[in-house]
């Protein structure tokens, strides 16, 4: 061992008439802790907050999205075939889009419908993993049987299904099994004026993606059922495709683009939720700085403390100039105790802040308002890039904090010091 290390080890273990300082080490150590600890925990929470909305954000929209410019997409098959074989896409359905009106007897509700293809849109979305009750295969069964009361000679009544989400079911108070009416504004022109289209469906699934913007105001029916309410014929507005890594949706979508040619319009995932993640992600910025500034405030006790052993250990520091000790030796002596500080705090956080971020995973005890926000629990996700980060930030800020004071020590003057010894 260097005489540097053995001298600040030694002024770190203050005598008894030097417990002061010893305190305020003690008090150094568990700013840094504690510093540290804030940090990893909220940039974990941060991290797993983003992760669980976007979870929530793909598992009710796909991972790209096909449009054409004008009427929609009429050859929707031909182009589905023709994306299906880009590397990357996994899947492909079709989809269509309309904002209409929900109507029982006594209450009504604006929402957007969506028509889909029962057998591919499982392959794109997670629609499935979201009922709470019913099937999406259920939209395939338009035929439904009349009532009771009605007659053997009466012809069946055809009843497309409808798959709500559950604060518009609860809203219109409506349940499995019932019927509910869609209404259109742009229907046919008549002398009295435009008349709305009618349909009546029947409520054969209700999902819950646990974000209120999504359960409030969406609705899926069968492709074939949106096609002939919106006389689309054989169109649909767009594709929505899955493919095998979201974060190169983005240049998958440009392939796409180039491939498909003039007229279609492909967005990805984060281009449509660009606002969203970059305003989480500024967040986490904001708060990174902000919570720095408690292991800062550590570091001025720690500029402090080490101020403190100079002002007290002249003597000691001017002997050791007299017996050879060069001014960048005695820098060592007080970078050395400054960072045994420093990174005995940033080490005890970095321990205490993922326990701590275990404990909240495991047992999460920490609740969320359902009508607040999209998720119930407090999430955590810890990354080795976020700890690395806080990890070596502590460190240099800790580094930085006994510049000064080693530099005031390197500069006595032995013969000052011990003029009057």
């Known amino acids: 061992m260097g005489y540097e290390w053995f001298i600040s080890l030694r002024y770190l273990k203050a005598r008894r008439r030097q417990g002061f300082i010893s305190l305020i080490s003690i008090i150094s150590v568990a700013g840094v802790t504690v510093g540290v600890m804030a940090l990893i925990v909220v940039l974990a929470v941060m991290t797993g907050f983003t ?62 419908v969506r028509g889909i293809d029962p057998a591919t849109a499982n392959n794109v979305l997670s629609l499935s993993n979201q009922l709470v009750e019913g099937s999406v295969d259920a939209l395939n069964d338009e035929k439904q049987e009349t009532d009771a009361s009605s007659t053997s000679s009466s012809a069946p009544r055809s009843l497309p299904g409808i798959i709500l989400g559950k604060e518009i079911a609860r809203s ?61 014929d054989e169109a649909v507005h767009g594709l929505e495709l899955k493919v095998d890594d979201i974060y190169k949706a983005s240049v998958i979508a440009k392939e796409l683009e180039k491939k498909l040619g003039f007229g279609y319009v492909v967005k990805d995932w984060i281009s449509m939720n660009k606002n969203l993640f970059s305003a989480l992600k500024l967040e986490k910025t904001a708060m990174f700085i902000v919570l720095a500034l408690i292991v800062l405030v550590a570091a001025f006790n720690i500029i402090s403390t080490l101020i403190m052993v100079v002002m007290s250990k002249g003597k000691d520091i001017a002997i050791l100039k007299s017996m050879g000790a060069t001014s960048k030796g005695i820098m060592k002596i007080f970078i050395y105790e400054g960072l045994v500080i420093g990174l005995t705090g940033t080490v005890l956080g970095v321990i205490g802040g993922l326990a701590l971020c275990e404990v909240l995973s ?21 990354l080795p890039m976020d700890v690395t980060l806080v990890a070596v930030s502590a460190a240099l800020i800790t580094l930085l904090a006994t510049i000064y004071p080693s530099w005031k020590a390197s500069k006595i003057d032995p013969a000052v010091a011990l003029r009057y010894e």
């Open 51 to 112: 992760d669980s909305l976007r979870e929530k954000i793909l598992g009710i929209n796909s991972h790209i999205v096909i449009q054409r410019l004008g009427r929609g997409i009429t050859d929707y098959r031909k182009v589905s075939a023709m994306v299906l074989q880009t590397e990357g896409v996994l899947a492909a359905t079709p989809y269509t889009y309309s904002q209409t009106m929900l109507s029982v007897p006594d209450a009504s509700s604006g929402v957007v």
């Open 362 to 382: 495991r047992y999460q005890f920490i609740k969320l308002p359902s009508d607040v926000y999209p998720i119930t629990t407090l999430p955590v996700k810890i």
């Open 172 to 232: 219109l108070r409506v349940d499995m099994g019932d019927n509910i009416r869609l209404f259109s504004p742009s229907g046919p022109l008549t002398p009295m004026g435009v008349i709305p289209k009618i349909k009546t469906c029947r409520v054969v699934g209700i999902f819950d993606t646990g974000m209120y913007e999504y359960d409030s105001s969406l609705a899926y029916v069968s492709l074939t059922t949106a096609q002939d309410f919106l006389e689309l």
